[in-house]
């Protein structure tokens, strides 16, 4: 059986119409301020929705049907295709001339990564700054409905294992379902961005600021309004705790936020993965806090000592920024890789933890953590008892050897990638620090990374090939890597 091209080519028109219709929305934000960038965004809106009314015009009659392939086909070039017409508003506007820097900021936006090559940001149109963070929560939107319904029909990355814990109506009917399931956490996914929008107004922030905060938070995306970041609060605890918040909830399973406003709470508090998501992040608060508030030599600049004074302020920071990596959000409110060498090595560490399954967040997840070092601690008691059938449990279930195959694999892979992604960017000049920062930031979908890609600095310093790059990284990263890299195998195109 050959591909459904017809039904691939129709999908992309539709993801062009919709990427148009939010560039729509963007126009309108860029004629209220009247910032001088209202027909150049609205001309990328016309060309986007025209291609996509072709293809979907053209297409036509298709066979209504995505089989696994047409799904990673599907997946992996909805992305590209929407990153590659997220360009035109930053070309058409001036705003970034270079291809090359507009296409790594849109895929940094669309796989909500939040890496810039922005040297001045607050210099931009306010259109073009809605649109940056659109992007984010666009990418967010769509990764909310491919972790809980596309990647377990594909069978990636152990995502099967919450599936069935998806909202929904249950049944063999999977595309009910999946429509069912979308719509319910689309909308709290755009409830949440209201509720912090709202919040972060009252807490002082402008409402186009807390527009673009809140469209970056709930994605766990990073790009902010200002050039300093969050650090731009730095003196409003009140704005900085409400992104915490909003961001640990970004972070966390959508699926849990779904039975919190159902009233089964208790499924909440039995799921193994929050549980251990929220301790990780208590846990490493207080000893970044500790080092912070003891060892740290931070500039009174940096941390603004509020009435509560320095404790507070060392407690703030430090969960702020916990929160940010393991979430991979990369809001900063000062440059943590200078506070000590300790810390520098324990954020780096938290790159490669990631946030809850079925969130937003990027790196490689909690879930898939638990059930290596599960697998790994029973296979002392194999090794005992040979004949023994010891499985792996999880949320007090089986896990089948074929789900912890599966993210053994996805682990070696994301490790490998990561090795790999810091030699070329070592053999593109990056020093040390700065090369294994940007792999594991790219990676996992952190944004602010190490030495030259520190959070006070950009990317923008990265050689042409090495922001194509990092990319490719993002891309990898955001897509659960085998989406992506079957579809660079030969076997793939064969005929069935």
Not at 128 to 147: D, E, K, P, Q, Y
Not at 466 to 476: I, N, S
Request: aromatic share 14%; net charge neutral.
């Amino acid at each position: 059986m050959g591909l459904n091209t017809r039904i691939i080519i129709h999908i992309m028109g539709l993801l062009l119409l919709c990427n148009g219709s939010f560039m729509l929305l963007a126009a309108f934000v860029s004629g209220i301020y009247d910032d001088g960038a209202t027909l150049d965004i609205t001309l990328s809106a016309i060309v986007t929705m025209l291609f996509g009314i072709m293809a979907m015009f053209g297409t036509r009659g298709h066979k209504k049907e995505v089989k696994r392939k047409e799904g990673y086909i599907v997946v992996t070039f909805g992305w590209i295709i929407m990153s590659i017409s997220g360009t035109l508003p930053y070309l058409f506007s001036g705003a970034i001339p270079s291809v090359t820097d507009a296409f790594f900021e849109t895929i940094s936006g669309y796989t909500t990564t939040g890496a810039s090559i922005l040297d001045d940001i607050e210099a931009l149109p306010e259109g073009i700054l809605f649109w940056r963070s659109l992007t984010h929560w666009i990418g967010g939107m769509g990764i909310i409905v491919l972790a809980i319904a596309i990647l377990p029909l594909l069978g990636i990355g152990g995502m099967q294992l919450f599936a069935a814990e998806a909202p929904g109506p249950a049944g063999d009917k999977l595309h009910p379902r999946i429509t069912d399931t979308a719509k319910r956490l689309w909308l709290i996914y755009f409830g949440y961005t209201v509720a912090e929008t709202i919040l972060l107004k009252l807490a002082g922030m402008s409402l186009f600021d807390a527009m673009n905060h809140s469209l970056a938070t709930l994605s766990t995306g990073g790009f902010s309004t200002k050039n300093a970041s969050l650090a731009y609060w730095n003196n409003q605890p009140l704005i900085q705790y409400i992104i915490i918040l909003f961001m640990f909830l970004a972070g966390s399973n959508f699926v849990l936020s779904y039975f919190a406003f159902t009233g089964k709470v208790q499924r909440i508090l039995k799921d193994e993965e929050f549980k251990y998501y929220a301790s990780f992040i208590v846990l490493f608060t207080i000893a970044a806090a500790l080092v912070v508030y003891f060892k740290a030599n931070v500039p009174v600049s940096d941390f603004h000592p509020m009435v509560l004074g320095e404790g507070e302020s060392a407690f703030r920071h430090a969960l702020f920024q916990v929160v940010a990596v393991v979430t991979t959000t990369g809001f900063v409110t000062a440059d943590f890789t200078g506070w000590t060498p300790f810390l520098t090595v324990f954020f780096f560490g938290l790159m490669f933890l990631g946030g809850s399954a079925g969130s937003t967040a990027g790196g490689i997840k909690v879930m898939r953590h638990l059930l290596i070092i599960k697998n790994g601690i029973l296979e002392f008691k194999r090794t005992l008892h040979t004949n023994a059938i010891i499985p792996v449990r999880y949320n007090n279930k089986t896990v089948t050897e074929h789900i912890v195959y599966n993210i053994i694999a996805f682990f070696v892979l994301y490790m490998l990638l990561f090795i790999i992604g810091s030699l070329v960017l070592g053999f593109l000049g990056l020093d040390f620090v700065s090369a294994i920062g940007g792999s594991a930031s790219s990676l996992g979908n952190v944004g602010p990374a190490f030495g030259s890609l520190n959070p006070i600095s950009n990317y923008n310093s990265l050689p042409n090939i090495g922001k194509w790059w990092c990319g490719f990284l993002m891309l990898l990263g955001r897509l659960e890597l085998f989406t992506v890299l079957i579809i660079l195998t030969p076997y793939f195109w064969k005929k069935a």
